[in-house]
């Protein structure tokens, strides 16, 4: 039986990776807040210190809370980097040991569309998500050849409580309309595709950051 490191599994697009992988018979620790603050990366350290060995990753807990440039604080500015970025790091960089020795792994990571666009009150997240590019490309070029295959998702719009949180049920409307689909993604759709990169069926798919949008990059 694999097993599988989620976070930010509470909701969103996290707990339908999350249900989707028990179901498809792999034990995923989803651990909570308290368990490991990926504010904190001594408590990451000690988290998965905890745990054994795992063969998936998947970096999905992030934060979007919008700032301008002139809003932007030096703690907004470092939560959104450790959160979306460095933790991301921190994981990868703790897990893949153990990867190493038994020559297998699957680690996905999650950037945005933002990452090669944006918009106003954007800066600081599309700063860490770009990141999260970077981090992906380079941590395939170190790992691919254990067989330990990175790569990241960059989701659109999706149905969920941070697209709640950050557009009004309005600009959730625009939004959808102007999407080539002309709806936004449901969190289980992301989590299918994940569910893909992770599995031992992706053999070959390392270091690319995949746009799962709707057709928004293309318009």
């Given amino acids: 039986m694999h097993k599988a490191l989620v976070t930010g599994a509470s909701r969103g697009i996290g707990k339908a990776i999350k249900d989707l992988f028990e179901k498809n018979g792999v034990y995923v620790y ?26 998936i990753l998947i970096n999905c807990a992030g934060v979007n809370n919008l700032a301008s440039l002139s809003e932007m604080t030096d703690e907004s500015l470092q939560e959104m980097i450790q959160v979306n970025l460095i933790a991301q790091a921190q994981l990868i960089k703790l897990v893949s040991e153990a990867m190493k020795t038994r020559k297998y ?3 996905v990571n999650f950037s945005s569309i933002w990452c090669d666009f944006s918009k106003e009150r954007r800066v ?32 659109g719009f999706v149905n969920t409580e941070m ?22 993604a449901e969190p289980v759709e992301i989590a299918e595709f994940v569910w893909f990169l992770a599995s031992e069926k992706n053999s ?16």
């Fill in 30 to 55: 989803a651990p909570t807040r308290e368990e490991m603050n990926l504010l904190d990366n001594e408590s990451i350290k000690k988290y998965v210190s905890s745990i054994d060995n795992i063969d």
């Fill in 204 to 219: 070959f798919i390392t270091g690319q950051t995949i746009f799962i949008d709707g057709g928004f990059s293309c318009v």
């Fill in 163 to 184: 697209t709640s949180q950050n557009n009004t049920q309005e600009e959730i409307e625009k939004l959808a309309q102007a999407l080539p689909i002309k709806r936004l």
């Fill in 124 to 155: 600081m997240y599309s700063m860490a998500k770009a990141g999260v590019k970077g981090l992906t490309t380079a941590s395939a070029v170190e790992l691919s050849k254990y067989n330990i295959l990175v790569n990241a998702l960059a989701p």
């Fill in 105 to 107: 792994g699957r680690i």
